[in-house]
């Protein structure tokens, strides 16, 4: 997507937010992390938002996002206030500066049903829409969230998507891809394919945790190493595959913007379900989530490998090493 592209019906996210609002309402999401991390310039993207005054110690989501929204003319912006990134309070406030219409979405961190119900309601008014035509759209979503549950199980029960495919339509869960039709059209065809294929034969199961990775080559170089990742944590969250009555419990039981304890449990299931060897704990540079990962290792029953990225590019020869080593010593586990 080009700032070329009519942008006329798009409106931004700065985090995952009830897409459902936004379809329902005839607007196309654009999920501005994909945006800015699928982009062939997101290196540049960072540079971008540095030369206009971004300081080298802020996240390089933040400045992907800064650059993203500038660079495709998006003139309207959902920011999560809450239960995402605290510097996306000034992002929106310098993104307002430059004639972007920012609307603000919050998730509590005390998970009060009320207060998130007030705020998808305040939400669905700035858009104009109704609770009707929300929740007919909610009931379409679902049936494309079903099928990437069974593209997840197919991931680690019959062994035939790589950790890759699961985490590209899992990550693009998040607003579908701009286009729930093509992305379920896309999500067929490979469930399709992926069906006939010979198991996979890595030893090493792994689960990612954290936000998605700001490494371009992750999951191909784990699995040139024996590995291979079957449990994509936070990016399954943007599935939400939990199917709830209503909005409202939908998004109550997603586990990104709440207390710690939603996720333990979420990756303590995986760990048994999945069989999971090991987990790599991903922490960006600069983000305030780098503290849970005392939380996640001393709570985790398998070994935690932590990593740090900063910059979009390949992992660097340390981190490689360090991926190498980790897997290697859980072979010896074995």
Not at 41 to 51: L, P, Q
Not at 62 to 86: E, F, H, P, R, T
Not at 212 to 233: A, C, D
């Amino acid at each position: 997507m080009s700032g070329q592209n009519d942008m006329t019906s798009a409106i931004g996210l700065t985090s995952t937010i009830p897409v459902e609002i936004i379809y329902a309402a005839g607007l196309t999401p654009v999920d501005l992390n994909n945006l800015f991390i699928a982009s062939e310039k997101s290196e540049s993207m960072v540079k971008e938002a540095e030369a206009a005054g971004f300081s080298h110690n802020i996240c390089a989501w933040i400045k992907g996002i800064y650059s993203a929204v500038l660079d495709n003319n998006i003139k309207q912006v959902i920011a999560v206030m809450g239960g995402d990134c605290s510097n996306t309070i000034a992002l929106a406030e310098i993104l307002a500066r430059k004639g972007v219409n920012i609307i603000s979405f919050e998730y509590p961190l005390s998970k009060n049903r009320d207060f998130l119900a007030s705020q998808m309601d305040r939400l669905r008014l700035a858009l104009s829409t109704t609770w009707d035509r929300i929740e007919e759209t909610r009931q379409h979503l679902n049936r494309i969230r079903m099928k990437l549950n069974e593209f997840d199980r197919l991931t680690f029960e019959e062994n035939v998507v790589t950790g890759l495919e699961n985490h590209l339509f899992l990550v693009g869960s998040s607003d579908f891809n701009s286009d729930p039709v093509k992305f379920e059209k896309d999500l067929d065809n490979i469930i399709r394919e992926a069906v006939k294929r010979p198991p996979r034969k890595e030893e090493i199961r792994l689960g990612y945790l954290g936000v998605p990775p700001v490494f371009t080559n992750f999951y191909e170089f784990i699995e040139s190493m024996g590995g291979r990742v079957v449990f994509n944590e936070v990016q399954r969250q943007f599935s939400m595959p939990y199917f709830c009555k209503d909005i409202v419990d939908q998004y109550l039981r997603y586990t990104y913007p709440y207390d710690i304890g939603g996720r333990i449990e979420d990756i303590k299931n995986a760990v048994k379900e999945r069989r999971l060897d090991g987990l790599i704990h991903y922490t960006q540079t600069f983000c305030f989530r780098q503290l849970y990962d005392m939380i996640i290792r001393k709570e985790s029953p398998v070994p935690v490998l932590t990593l740090e990225g900063d910059r979009p590019g390949k992992i660097d020869s340390r981190i490689a090493l360090r991926i190498e080593t980790f897997i290697e010593m859980l072979k010896d586990r074995i």
